[in-house]
């Protein structure tokens, strides 16, 4: 969570460069934004409470600010300028817990992303030397310390002495104000350097693609890592090895994705008709590397499948589409449950870790966990260049295109489109898992008609006032009961709960009353009878039933026809439930893109 962008060069729009790259990094935390621009050895902070896209920067508001751009006379000075975008985790959403954040002197500036878990320790330590503090986060706390090792050394060897004291994740950058330096540190966070065209101008971001349209000469900071650039150069340092190291420059051939809305009022419903194109571009995977995966499968004592959040249910439909189509059995878990599977690795052991961004620190961790033990580590990302594809022996991209809409709906057709094929391949079945999903992309694409929306809304305008819903499915239609309930959760903000078909009778089924909307997912396989007897048992206890079905069946109430796709059913039925939750968050005048108290990557623990 939390986006970093830092500007080290001779523009003298460094702030605008900053707040701009910042608006590419809302993804990852919209609540607060800050910045801080070094100018003759003055630092200016500016920092403010909500979204920054609808932020234009002007100099006049600058001037009359906390941040004058107006200051500076030498076109050739260096100008240096660090921003941030929160995605609050220690103390409430306001301009004091904003970063950057500072020392009382505003002496040492900084902004970071990750949790400093010793942070209470530590600031009590320095409490009791004299420092105040004025925030309730613990980024001010890495500020002090650092400044408190300042009084004895330099800021560089202070930032080396911090590192080593603070536990848990971290990206930060920090500048000083006698100081020339803008210096960046990383443990489990990311953090990219952005080479500029010049070589003496460079741009520090959480993710490649707020610096590309500068730059595409990109530098990977890895973990227990530090960049120092000073006098337009740059040198690294290994802070577990305590010692100087060279870094490659890396040219990337990556587009940048100008996502825009186009015709579609939001990003979520832009990225949910694109599904017409992305299943396609999925099913056109590498086969040779499909083939490749699947043999590791087959050869590993033991798989396990691992995801967080929306990809934690895809894997979970891994698991059943393992055992239905390649007649084998996987271990799925979530990323932050990986841990207590430790017992159970070895080297022998494969592991397939799903996410969309490639950044989740659960995930990641579960990474951490297995390589310790040799396992090899498949990923099925999205974002190619992300930290999780870095670490993995083999990547699987699914190539969805940017996704920015938080709520995951494109990203997980996909990645359920490759777990269906990495199945099929497993009973060396690729060509017949292909031809499947072919034909389910051609039925999606003629499912995602205006009619469909329209048919959907008339539902979602009946239930937007309801105060719970549920989701009840069997077998790899299940985790999708479960991901719907996500769905609706994150942008209609309505109660809902997903639950296996079977396990309503004990105990769950208590909170039905008259008209509470059940959605039944009852598709053409062997759960079909029980799914539908499991609905016919809400139905006599006044519960709503809304059937995603081929067919129309009796018991439903209101059916949105999905096409019979047999294995694939995961994949054609969740599509309405994504769209019926973005309608409901619209009807509910809430943001779907950006729903409150969440980010799209959700980079600590
Ligand atoms: O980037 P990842 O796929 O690893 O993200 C995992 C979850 O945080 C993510 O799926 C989250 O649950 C989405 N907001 C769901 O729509």
């Known amino acids: 969570m939390c986006g970093i962008f830092s500007y080290y060069g001779k523009k003298h729009n460094a702030p605008e460069i900053v707040v701009e790259g910042l608006k590419c990094l809302e993804y990852r935390g919209y609540d607060s934004w800050g910045i801080a621009y070094k100018s003759n050895d003055k630092i200016f902070i500016h920092k403010k409470v909500g979204k920054i896209s609808d932020y234009t920067i002007n100099k006049d508001h600058f001037r009359s600010s906390e941040i004058s751009i107006g200051e500076v006379e030498d076109p050739n000075e260096i100008k240096i300028s660090i921003g941030h975008s929160r995605w609050a985790t220690h103390g409430g959403v306001t301009k004091s817990n904003a970063h950057p954040h500072f020392t009382e002197d505003k002496d040492i500036v900084l902004v970071h992303n990750g949790i400093f878990e010793n942070y209470l320790e530590v600031k009590a330590f320095l409490q009791k030397k004299g420092h105040n503090f004025h925030s309730d986060t613990d980024t001010e706390v890495i500020a002090h310390l650092i400044a408190e090792h300042c009084k004895t050394h330099s800021f560089e060897d202070s930032i080396k002495l911090a590192c080593k004291e603070i536990e848990g994740r971290y990206a930060f950058v920090a500048i000083k104000k006698d100081s020339k330096q803008l210096i960046s540190a990383r443990k489990g966070s990311p953090l990219i350097i952005g080479v500029g065209k010049n070589e003496d101008e460079y741009y520090v971001a959480s993710d490649i693609p707020a610096f590309l349209p500068y730059t595409n000469k990109v530098i990977y900071l890895d973990d227990n890592q530090m960049s120092i650039i000073e006098d337009g150069k740059i040198r690294f340092y290994d802070l577990e090895k305590g010692k100087d190291i060279e870094k490659r420059i890396i040219e990337i051939d990556l587009d940048i994705e100008h996502a825009e809305k186009g015709e579609f009022p939001h990003f979520m419903i832009k990225e949910i008709m694109e599904q017409k194109d992305t299943l396609h571009r999925a099913c056109n995977a590498n086969s040779e590397l499909i083939e490749q995966v699947a043999n590791e499968i087959k050869k590993a004592f033991g798989t396990y499948i691992v995801g967080c959040g929306t990809a934690g249910k895809v894997c979970m439909v891994g698991e059943y589409l393992f055992s239905a189509i390649a007649k084998k059995h996987i271990n799925f878990s979530f990323g932050s449950e990986f841990s207590c599977h430790k017992h159970f690795l070895t080297d022998k052991s494969l592991m397939i870790c799903v996410s969309q961004s490639g950044e989740t620190a659960d995930t990641l961790e579960a990474i951490e966990i297995a390589k310790e033990k040799g396992v090899k580590i498949v990923s099925i990302v999205n974002v190619e260049s992300s930290t999780m594809a870095r670490i993995s022996d083999i990547v699987i991209p699914i190539k969805a295109g940017l996704e920015k809409a938080v709520a995951s709906t494109k990203a997980t057709t996909s990645q359920l489109a490759i777990l269906t094929l990495l199945a099929y391949a497993c009973n060396g079945g690729i060509h017949e898992g292909k031809q499947l999903l072919i034909d389910t992309a051609g039925q999606i694409n003629d499912m995602l008609n205006p009619r469909y929306e329209g048919y959907i809304m008339e539902l ?135 729903p409150r108290n969440l980010a799209k990557s959700v980079t600590v623990k």
Request: some cysteine; hydrophobic content about 40%; aromatic content about 6%.
């Open 460 to 594: 979602a305008k009946r239930i937007k006032d309801v105060e719970s819903m549920y989701i009840i499915g069997r077998g790899s239609n299940y985790p999708i009961a479960l991901e719907a309930a996500i769905k609706l959760q994150e942008v209609s903000y309505i109660h809902a709960e997903g639950f296996a078909g079977g396990e309503l009778k004990h105990g769950p089924i208590a909170l039905i009353s008259e008209n509470t909307p059940v959605i039944a997912l009852v598709a053409n396989d062997e759960c079909k009878k029980e799914i539908l007897s499991n609905a016919m048992e809400v139905k006599s206890r006044g519960g709503y039933i809304i059937g995603v079905s081929p067919d129309n069946h009796e018991v439903f109430d209101y059916w949105i026809k999905v096409p019979d796709t047999g294995d694939a059913s995961p994949i054609v039925n969740i599509i309405p439930i994504q769209i019926l939750s973005y309608q409901l968050a619209v009807l509910r005048k809430n943001d779907p893109d950006q």
